[in-house]
C-alpha cells in the first residue's frame, strides 16, 4: 500500500520561507508533483520533478520556488521562498508510481502578516 504525506505547511509573514515535504511509502516514484489548491479557485500545478531529476515549475512560482529529492528517502521537497499573501492555499503532493497516482491529504500553507 503506498501512501503519501505531505508535512512542513504553516503561517508565515509576506518575504518569509518554508520548506514543504512529501515522503511516499512503499514504492519508489516515478514522478512527484506540487499542485495547490486556493479557497474558490481550482487546483494548479506548481512543480514536478522526475525520478531522473528533471524539474518543471509554473510561471507564477518560478524564481521564487525549487523542487528536489532525497532518493534514498524517496521525499521530495518544495522550498518556497519569498512568499506572497496569493501563495496562500492548501498544498498537495501526487506521486506517480507505475500507472498509479497517489495523493497526500494536504497542507495549509497561510502567508499573512
Known amino acids: 500500500q503506498v501512501q503519501v504525506v505531505e508535512s512542513g505547511g504553516g503561517l508565515v509573514q509576506p518575504g518569509g520561507s518554508l520548506r514543504l515535504s512529501c515522503a511516499a511509502s512503499?514504492?519508489?516514484?516515478?514522478?512527484m508533483r506540487w499542485y495547490r489548491q486556493a479557497p474558490g479557485k481550482q487546483r494548479e500545478l506548481v512543480a514536478s520533478?522526475?525520478?531522473?531529476?528533471?524539474?518543471n515549475y509554473a510561471a507564477s512560482i518560478e524564481g521564487r520556488f525549487t523542487i528536489s529529492k532525497d532518493n534514498a528517502k524517496n521525499t521530495v521537497y518544495l522550498q518556497m521562498n519569498s512568499l506572497k499573501p496569493e501563495d496562500t492555499a492548501v498544498y498537495y503532493c501526487?506521486?506517480?508510481?507505475?500507472?498509479?497516482?497517489?495523493w497526500g491529504q494536504g497542507t495549509q500553507v497561510t502567508v499573512s502578516s
Open positions: 512503499g514504492s519508489i516514484f516515478n514522478v
Open positions: 520533478i522526475s525520478s531522473a531529476g528533471t524539474t
Open positions: 501526487k506521486a506517480t508510481i507505475g500507472l498509479n497516482a497517489y
